[in-house]
């Protein structure tokens, strides 16, 4: 395997059932982590740290610029993983996105890998692009021709944990 040039990064790619799309040109990215710590304070003052059982999901609100042979390929993909979730197996939902564009931070490798040349150490913990199991949220679409290209806006949810 060759190892990549620059251009191949940054990256999003949406993959299930044998078909993915790449995505490598965007005009807005971002991924914020859903449900955190909140702080209230008790009529003391004293502080009160209110938190989810579960681990913080992902939300990525992301803007591409595409060429039309990409969007069609988007909106293949998307709408194979939107039938999936009512389809039997209902575990057979599978829409992985590799994200190569923003890093995780963490103690350990607590997902799949998104990119087997980029892990780098940090002093304690540490810094790769994972693997997420995602949903593509329909009604967020937003198309927007222009010329040769199309200029899609669209939201992403993680729905739980890949292991790693």
Known sequence: MPYPT????PYLQLDIDGKSVKLNQFTSYSRKVLHGAKIDYAFSGNAIVKR???EPKHLWTVTALVDWATRNQFLLVAKLADTKI????????????????????EPTISRPKADVFQSVGMIGDIEYFAKFLVAIDLSS?????????????????????LTA
Do not use: M
């Open 141 to 161: 679409i937003e198309e927007q021709p222009l010329g040769d290209w199309v200029q899609l806006s669209f939201i992403i949810n993680e729905l739980e944990k």
């Open 52 to 54: 989810t059982p579960h």
């Open 6 to 9: 620059i251009e191949d990064y």
């Open 86 to 105: 009512f389809a039997p197996p209902f575990d057979a939902y599978k829409l992985t996105l590799s994200d190569v564009f923003l890093s995780i931070i």
